[in-house]
């Protein structure tokens, strides 16, 4: 799968809305049929910071997420609420789900 993580710094006046501001990105990255996960979270050091954890099944769900249209549209509509160009990693890692966190494996 294609695990890409990202982070987006959101203008101040614009962070509290980020999630509705991102919904309608969102719901339609997730209705792809490639899609395995596309999850926001809010840092809990900076309230003006959202990170992005998303994965596509393979390169060819990927780069039919990049060539959609809500991609191109997003493109075009995000970057206005945004303090930075945003920040990424992405790798191509094994399997389609995550694994459990054998260290801290919950008994009983």
């Known amino acids: 799968m294609i695990f890409i993580t990202a982070k987006f710094r959101i203008k101040p006046e614009h962070a509290d809305d980020w999630p509705e ?4 990105f969102t719901e339609s990255t997730r209705s792809e049929p490639g899609c395995l996960w596309f999850d926001w979270s809010r840092s809990l050091d900076d309230p ?3 990170v992005l954890v998303e994965a596509f099944a ?7 997420h990049v060539g959609s249209g809500h991609f191109t549209r997003a493109r075009q509509e995000l970057p206005p609420y945004l ?8 790798a191509n890692v ?11 494996a919950v008994e009983g």
Do not use: C, H, K, Q
């Open 94 to 104: 094994p399997g389609t789900d995550w694994s459990e966190l054998g260290e801290m």
């Open 21 to 24: 501001i991102s919904r309608s």
């Open 58 to 64: 393979d390169d060819s769900a990927g780069a039919a």
């Open 48 to 50: 003006t910071e959202y």
């Open 83 to 90: 303090a930075e160009t945003p920040r990424i990693v992405n």
